[in-house]
């Protein structure tokens, strides 16, 4: 079965420093793997994918996620944190379903907290 | 502007009620997914439909029922078979349900708890 894990409930960073949020995956088969980003009493909002192509996929924001599939992993990074950015972010693995529909499965989310 | 309309934002059930929350697109999306979000537990899948009148069972169905009369509307009901309702109910929507490469678009969410 399909499955993504967030080993973090929480990344505290400092503003103007580099943040990573981290994403690990199992899937048979080519993973297609997406971020969104969740602020209070909000729905989610869709930042980034990954396909197939180039292993460094830009997104919303100014965020960016590496594909490595040799750690099987998909971290979500971006160069200069802003306070803005505290919300909470979900990683997701696409998974296919009978008569060749899908679906999407998500990780527990982590919190992401930029300090001033 | 397109997108995903839930209503009511908050909504409070009484014991033994049935309640219907809803959502409505205007994006001409074909697929439609109904989730439930508790704290630290992430989204979890109630219901989904890839077309009009048809709609699958997602990993938590029990005690939900939907609908997808038409291709804008997925209404769901809390049925008082579901004993734990109190929880964030989101609903999403994607243009084309084969191949799975297209994002999700998401509603903002019914809060819903029990008196």
């Known amino acids: 079965a399909q499955s993504v894990a967030q080993p973090e409930d929480q990344v505290n960073v400092a503003e103007g420093n580099p943040l990573t949020v981290k994403c690990t995956y199992s899937v048979s088969g080519n993973p297609y793997l997406f971020w969104y980003v969740q602020y209070p009493n909000r729905g989610l909002q869709f930042l980034l994918k990954y396909i197939t192509g180039d292993n460094l996929v830009k997104g919303s924001y100014g965020f960016e996620a590496e594909f490595n599939k040799s750690q099987t992993s998909f971290h979500l990074k971006k160069p200069s944190a802003l306070v803005s950015d505290s919300a909470l972010y979900f990683c997701?693995?696409?998974?296919?379903?009978?008569?060749?529909?899908?679906?999407?499965?998500f990780g527990a989310g982590t919190r992401l907290a930029v300090h001033p | 502007d397109g997108g995903i309309t839930q209503s009511p934002k908050y909504l409070f059930r009484k014991e033994g009620q049935n309640v219907t929350l809803s959502c409505e697109q205007n994006l001409n999306h074909d697929a439609m997914y109904w989730y439930r979000q508790d704290p630290g537990q992430g989204l979890r899948l109630i219901y989904y439909s890839q077309i009009v009148n048809d709609f699958q069972k997602g990993d938590i169905a029990e005690g939900y029922s939907v609908s997808r009369e038409k291709k804008e509307s997925f209404p769901l009901t809390v049925t008082s078979a579901q004993k734990n309702p109190t929880a964030f109910y989101l609903c999403?929507?994607?243009?084309?349900?084969?191949?799975?490469?297209?994002?999700?678009?998401f509603g903002d969410g019914t809060r819903l708890s029990i008196l």
């Open positions: 999403a929507s994607s243009i084309n349900p084969l191949g799975g490469d297209q994002p999700q678009h």
């Open positions: 997701a693995v696409r998974d296919l379903v009978s008569g060749g529909y899908n679906k999407l499965i």
